[in-house]
Structure formats: C-alpha cells, structure tokens
C-alpha cells in the first residue's frame, strides 16, 4: 500500500531550514508539514506568514499546512496565497465548518479537518463529502515529542466506516508520536498520510529514517 510521510518542519532547525528544507526536497517524503499555531488554540506559537514565505521559496513538494489556530476563516486566503496545497482547520476551532471548507476551496486549496483527541469522528458526517482529507490528532496538539495516544486506531477504523461508499477517496493523515514503531500498525488500520517530527529530525540520519519509514511492510499486521 502506498503511503505518504510529512516531515513536521516544526521540528526542523531553524538555524539550519533551507538545509532541512533541501533534504526534505531530496528524500523519499512526499510533502511539508506545516504547523502553525497562535498561542490561543493551543499553548504554544510556531510561525506565520514570513516563514511560509522562506518554505515555498525553497519547497519542491507540496505545502500541508496544519492551522491550529482560532478563527481561521480569517486567514485561508492569505495562507492559500503564501503557498500551502492543502489547509487543514481544527473541528474545534470553526463555529460555521461547512463554510470554512468552502472558503478553503475557494481559495484554490484541498480542504481538511483536524481533530482532537477527544473529539468524536462522528461529528464529521454531515462535511464527510466535502472533505479531501481528515487529520486524526494522535496527541493533544501545540507540542512536539508527546507520547501516541493508542486510542487513534478506533478513530481510524471509525473513519473508515464513515467514508464507506461516500468518500473512500478521502487522505486519512494522522499527527503525533508516529516512528517506525507503530506506523505499520497504523497503515493497516487504514491511515495513508502521516505527519511525522521528531523522529525524523532527532534522528542522526534523516534521510535514512524517511526512507525506512517509506519502505515499511504492512504483511500480518492486524489491527
């Protein structure tokens, strides 16, 4: 099964990001994830508008951009502008969803929807349509290196029925504590995009590590 990784450049070092943006550009990773946070919806800020700038100056693969941030609505079309491929907004951040996939759309973005770890995939049914991806928090969002919350595999089982002849097209990404420990386990329960941080810029060889993470085998793995 094919699969897609997103190294976090959250986690990049940012004395040294055109190098990690190069590297990334130069492995097996399939796109940039970016996180962008303000301190509101989460407790901790990342960046905006002047690093995206620096990202897609030097990006060659498609912009993720993960906005964990309040009213959004707000800001789509700058970030759309600046670059990003996809936006992702938080179920819990947006009081009218439906109108803020669209305002995505509009703006000439694939539309996706983050959800916390205590947020039920149900919500999501009456937009399931809509949507070209889900993003499953695998940890309570605004830091990296958090421990994987196991609950994640019933979240991505429970998506898998709810796209069951709607929207079986749909990119189901999960973010947090994901390393070659658990993401075959994750394959199999039906992910097929992940975000991962850490454990590709902690390690020594990042290269190295997105391509194990790519060639990974799912074979008598069940969930």
């Given at each position: 099964?094919?699969?897609?990784?997103?190294?976090?450049i959250l986690s990049a070092d940012f004395g040294n990001l055109q190098r990690d943006l190069e590297m990334i550009n130069q492995s097996e990773a399939d796109w940039f994830h970016v996180d962008v946070m303000d301190?509101?919806?989460?407790?901790?800020?990342?960046?905006?508008?002047?690093?995206?700038?620096?990202?897609?100056?030097?990006?060659?693969?498609?912009?993720?951009?993960?906005?964990?941030?309040?009213?959004?609505?707000?800001?789509?079309?700058?970030?759309?502008?600046?670059?990003?491929?996809?936006?992702?907004?938080?179920?819990?951040?947006?009081?009218?969803?439906?109108?803020?996939?669209?305002?995505?759309?509009?703006?000439?973005?694939?539309?996706?929807?983050a959800l916390n770890p205590h947020t039920p995939m149900n919500l999501l049914q009456d937009v399931i349509e809509?949507?070209?991806?889900?993003?499953?928090?695998?940890?309570?969002?605004?830091?990296?290196?958090?421990?994987?919350?196991?609950?994640?595999?019933?979240?991505?089982?429970?998506?898998?029925?709810?796209?069951?002849?709607?929207?079986?097209?749909?990119?189901?990404?999960?973010?947090?504590?994901?390393?070659?420990?658990?993401?075959?386990?994750?394959?199999?329960?039906?992910?097929?995009?992940?975000?991962?941080?850490?454990?590709?810029?902690?390690?020594?060889?990042?290269?190295?590590?997105?391509?194990?993470?790519?060639?990974?085998?799912?074979?008598?793995?069940?969930?």
């Amino acid at each position: 099964m094919k699969y897609i990784i997103a190294p976090s450049i959250l986690s990049a070092d940012f004395g040294n990001l055109q190098r990690d943006l190069e590297m990334i550009n130069q492995s097996e990773a399939d796109w940039f994830h970016v996180d962008v946070m303000d301190g509101v919806f989460v407790p901790n800020i990342s960046f905006g508008f002047p690093v995206m700038a620096a990202v897609k100056k030097h990006a060659t693969k498609p912009l993720d951009v993960h906005l964990m941030i309040v009213n959004p609505d707000k800001f789509i079309p700058e970030f759309a502008k600046a670059g990003a491929d996809r936006i992702t907004v938080h179920y819990e951040a947006c009081t009218h969803l439906h109108r803020t996939i669209q305002l995505i759309k509009a703006s000439g973005c694939k539309a996706g929807v983050a959800l916390n770890p205590h947020t039920p995939m149900n919500l999501l049914q009456d937009v399931i349509e809509d949507l070209d991806l889900v993003l499953i928090m695998s940890v309570n969002p605004g830091f990296g290196g958090q421990a994987f919350i196991h609950n994640t595999y019933k979240k991505i089982q429970d998506l898998k029925r709810l796209i069951q002849g709607v929207n079986e097209e749909l990119i189901i990404e999960v973010d947090g504590g994901v390393g070659l420990s658990n993401l075959a386990s994750l394959v199999a329960a039906g992910a097929n995009a992940f975000v991962a941080g850490n454990a590709i810029f902690a390690d020594g060889n990042p290269t190295e590590m997105i391509s194990k993470m790519k060639s990974l085998t799912t074979t008598g793995i069940s969930i």
